[in-house]
């Protein structure tokens, strides 16, 4: 094993062990090993910057801004007014997946289930259905329908790339489709026969009137006159109060250890969590009122036309990662910050000082006439039922026409999907499906980095001769199985690494390793990238393996089991179909 070997190796390692506990932001590991392959001179300068060229990095870019374009113009409005005539969970279900099946393997699917998040809740709640049976489903769907396609998934144009830099001739529009195909119409069938039993049902993912989405934590001011004024806690009873728990005590600027027996004084802050329903109640009951975030907007809480909300913070939003005081200043909305909950952790912090996840829900406050601006937020999801956007003139169908040709015209071979999705983003832009500031807002720039970042990885994996190191000494030691059994071995490397990293990041790490594998075998490369291709694209078993199962694992009020649960046979299911068909439509 060489020097360099070595380096690429650690790096790697590094990588993933950043990738797995979190520790920083996916697009700044990526900026992290890109810089260190460059200074120690495991790629060349140009090597190192090519990410940020790469027609991958460029069409996923790219296809933001459409499907942006698609959402603004709207061009899918009539998909709010489907769900609606919808009279039976069974033929919602069939319906949401006819319609996820059409649109998914052309639009990013972050953006599908963006979109599709607020028109599902509102529909499973008009025909009494709990949420929480349709939103994994809208989540693993749109991941399915997204590997019928070229364009379906950021993956899936990143092993493209990476495949194409390293000799391979890459993949066209549908060469995808008859496998998506069949793993599609299986994942359906598996979620419709038995996603009814290992769905939960938690009803209680939908509008303020079903509080009892999870756990909101918010802060109570002690008011003058209340009757906890010269009680302690435990004796007001308040930890007995249904539904509320009081976290912590808070006076002035600081914490008061052994809150339980202190004596509680005029503007006491009480750090509660629970359902909202409940803390309300508690409010009037105890002479305690919600201690608003955003001071200067308290007017807010007199007004007569108010309006209640949730909102999630989405994938690309710039609220992540920034404290709700980091964000009241740059917060362009007139709304007020009730409360916050996240699923699966139980917040204890000063409200101010909660540094906001993507997924958190945040309980606003908020006037008739602003709502509006707050749905069209490019930054969050907004959780109650969402006005469908009203068809913009002749937008709605130049948005529809403009995205028939950017997927058309490489597929018959008349230019690269980079240049028309290109020229698609910018014919939108021009023609009013969106602005020129919603084009950046557009863009979940994390990943575009995360993608540019990583690509000279891929490259020095290859020329250093890494990738044939790691499956020399790998899955080279199965190699006398046949190229079958290598085959199901390399899937499911590639599905356990994309659970555990970014699917992204699995991609970068196992195309070049994929071509080395084939080389080693001496036997086409194409299976092997079918597979890397597949397995990273479609992850069920976490909540945190990809991000659309991210966006819902809140507002459904999941379990991190329900996805194992769920997503655990169905993957194995994709899987098996993998390695009995790829090489069937990919021989070896």
């Given at each position: 094993?060489s020097?360099?070997?070595?380096?690429?190796?650690g790096?790697?390692?590094?990588a993933?062990?950043?990738?797995a506990?979190?520790?920083l932001?996916?697009?700044?590991?990526?900026v992290?090993?890109?810089a260190?392959?460059a200074?120690l001179?495991?790629?060349?300068?140009?090597?190192?910057?090519s990410?940020?060229?790469?027609?991958?990095?460029?069409?996923?870019?790219?296809?933001f801004?459409?499907?942006?374009?698609?959402?603004n113009?709207?061009?899918?409005?009539?998909i709010?007014?489907?769900?609606?005539r919808?009279?039976?969970?069974?033929l919602?279900?069939l319906?949401?997946f006819?319609?996820l099946?059409?649109?998914?393997?052309?639009?990013?699917?972050?953006?599908?289930?963006?979109?599709?998040?607020?028109?599902?809740?509102?529909?499973?709640?008009?025909?009494?259905?709990?949420?929480s049976?349709?939103?994994?489903?809208?989540?693993?769907?749109?991941?399915?329908?997204?590997v019928?396609?070229?364009?379906?998934?950021s993956?899936n144009?990143?092993?493209?790339?990476?495949?194409?830099?390293?000799?391979?001739?890459?993949?066209t529009?549908?060469?995808?489709?008859p496998l998506?195909?069949i793993?599609?119409?299986?994942?359906?069938?598996y979620?419709?026969?038995?996603?009814r039993?290992?769905?939960?049902?938690?009803?209680?993912?939908?509008?303020?009137?079903?509080?009892?989405?999870?756990?909101?934590?918010?802060?109570?001011?002690?008011?003058?006159?209340?009757?906890?004024?010269?009680?302690?806690i435990?004796?007001?009873?308040l930890?007995?109060?249904?539904?509320?728990?009081i976290?912590?005590?808070?006076r002035?600027?600081?914490?008061?250890?052994?809150?339980?027996?202190?004596?509680?004084?005029?503007?006491?802050?009480?750090?509660?969590?629970?359902?909202?329903?409940?803390?309300?109640?508690?409010?009037r009951k105890?002479?305690?009122?919600?201690?608003s975030?955003?001071?200067f907007?308290?007017?807010?809480?007199d007004?007569?036309?108010?309006?209640?909300?949730?909102?999630?913070?989405?994938?690309?939003?710039?609220?992540?990662?920034?404290?709700?005081?980091a964000?009241?200043?740059?917060?362009?909305?007139?709304?007020?910050?009730?409360?916050?909950?996240?699923?699966g952790?139980?917040?204890?912090?000063?409200?101010?000082?909660?540094?906001?996840?993507?997924?958190?829900?945040?309980?606003?406050?908020?006037?008739?006439?602003?709502?509006?601006a707050l749905?069209?937020?490019?930054?969050?999801?907004?959780?109650?039922?969402?006005?469908?956007?009203?068809?913009?003139g002749?937008?709605?169908?130049?948005?529809?026409?403009?995205?028939?040709?950017v997927?058309?015209i490489?597929a018959i071979?008349?230019?690269?999907?980079?240049?028309?999705?290109?020229?698609?983003?910018?014919?939108?832009?021009?023609?009013?499906?969106?602005?020129a500031?919603?084009?950046?807002?557009?863009?979940?720039?994390?990943?575009?980095?995360?993608?540019?970042?990583?690509?000279p990885?891929?490259?020095?994996?290859s020329?250093?001769?890494?990738a044939?190191?790691?499956?020399?000494?790998?899955?080279?030691?199965?190699?006398?199985?046949?190229p079958?059994?290598?085959?199901a071995?390399m899937?499911?490397?590639?599905?356990?690494l994309?659970?555990?990293m970014?699917?992204?990041?699995?991609?970068?790490?196992l195309?070049?390793?994929?071509?080395?594998?084939?080389?080693?075998?001496?036997?086409d490369?194409?299976?092997?990238?079918?597979?890397?291709?597949?397995?990273?694209?479609?992850?069920?078993?976490?909540?945190?393996?990809?991000?659309?199962?991210?966006m819902?694992?809140?507002?459904?009020?999941?379990?991190?089991?329900?996805?194992?649960k769920?997503?655990?046979?169905?993957?194995?299911?994709?899987?098996?179909l993998?390695?009995?068909?790829?090489?069937r439509?990919?021989?070896?």
């Amino acid at each position: 094993m060489s020097f360099q070997i070595l380096l690429v190796i650690g790096i790697t390692l590094v990588a993933i062990y950043l990738f797995a506990t979190e520790k920083l932001r996916m697009d700044m590991v990526a900026v992290l090993v890109l810089a260190t392959l460059a200074v120690l001179d495991l790629v060349t300068p140009q090597q190192a910057l090519s990410g940020f060229s790469n027609q991958a990095t460029i069409t996923v870019a790219s296809m933001f801004v459409l499907a942006a374009g698609l959402q603004n113009s709207g061009a899918l409005s009539g998909i709010g007014w489907l769900f609606s005539r919808t009279k039976s969970p069974l033929l919602f279900l069939l319906l949401l997946f006819a319609v996820l099946a059409i649109i998914a393997p052309f639009v990013n699917n972050t953006a599908v289930v963006a979109v599709f998040m607020p028109l599902v809740i509102a529909a499973t709640t008009r025909i009494g259905m709990p949420a929480s049976k349709a939103l994994i489903p809208l989540s693993f769907v749109s991941q399915m329908a997204g590997v019928c396609t070229l364009v379906g998934t950021s993956t899936n144009l990143l092993v493209n790339g990476i495949a194409k830099d390293l000799g391979h001739p890459g993949f066209t529009m549908f060469e995808f489709t008859p496998l998506g195909l069949i793993c599609l119409a299986a994942g359906c069938a598996y979620l419709l026969i038995f996603g009814r039993w290992l769905l939960p049902d938690t009803r209680n993912a939908g509008f303020v009137e079903h509080y009892d989405i999870g756990k909101f934590l918010t802060e109570l001011r002690v008011m003058p006159g209340s009757r906890l004024i010269g009680k302690t806690i435990q004796e007001s009873r308040l930890g007995e109060q249904k539904g509320v728990f009081i976290l912590e005590l808070l006076r002035g600027k600081h914490r008061v250890s052994a809150a339980q027996t202190q004596t509680l004084q005029e503007d006491d802050i009480l750090l509660a969590r629970g359902d909202w329903s409940k803390l309300v109640e508690l409010t009037r009951k105890a002479g305690l009122e919600i201690n608003s975030q955003f001071k200067f907007k308290a007017r807010l809480l007199d007004e007569a036309d108010q309006v209640i909300t949730e909102v999630m913070i989405a994938p690309n939003s710039r609220a992540a990662d920034r404290t709700l005081e980091a964000l009241d200043r740059s917060w362009n909305h007139n709304a007020v910050v009730l409360a916050i909950q996240r699923r699966g952790e139980v917040l204890c912090e000063k409200l101010k000082d909660v540094r906001l996840d993507v997924g958190d829900i945040l309980l606003l406050i908020t006037s008739s006439a602003d709502a509006p601006a707050l749905r069209r937020d490019p930054d969050v999801i907004v959780l109650s039922e969402r006005e469908a956007a009203k068809p913009k003139g002749w937008r709605g169908t130049f948005a529809l026409l403009t995205m028939a040709l950017v997927i058309g015209i490489p597929a018959i071979g008349w230019a690269p999907i980079a240049i028309t999705s290109l020229v698609g983003a910018v014919a939108m832009t021009l023609a009013g499906c969106l602005d020129a500031d919603g084009v950046y807002d557009a863009i979940d720039w994390r990943i575009v980095v995360l993608m540019a970042g990583l690509l000279p990885l891929g490259v020095a994996m290859s020329q250093t001769g890494t990738a044939a190191f790691v499956v020399e000494h790998t899955i080279g030691l199965v190699r006398d199985l046949g190229p079958h059994v290598v085959l199901a071995v390399m899937y499911l490397v590639a599905l356990l690494l994309a659970e555990l990293m970014s699917n992204s990041a699995a991609a970068v790490l196992l195309t070049p390793i994929g071509i080395s594998t084939a080389q080693m075998l001496g036997v086409d490369a194409t299976p092997f990238l079918v597979a890397v291709t597949f397995s990273a694209s479609t992850s069920f078993l976490t909540p945190v393996g990809y991000q659309t199962n991210t966006m819902v694992y809140t507002a459904g009020g999941y379990r991190f089991t329900d996805f194992v649960k769920v997503g655990l046979p169905l993957n194995l299911i994709f899987w098996v179909l993998g390695v009995i068909y790829i090489p069937r439509f990919w021989p070896f």
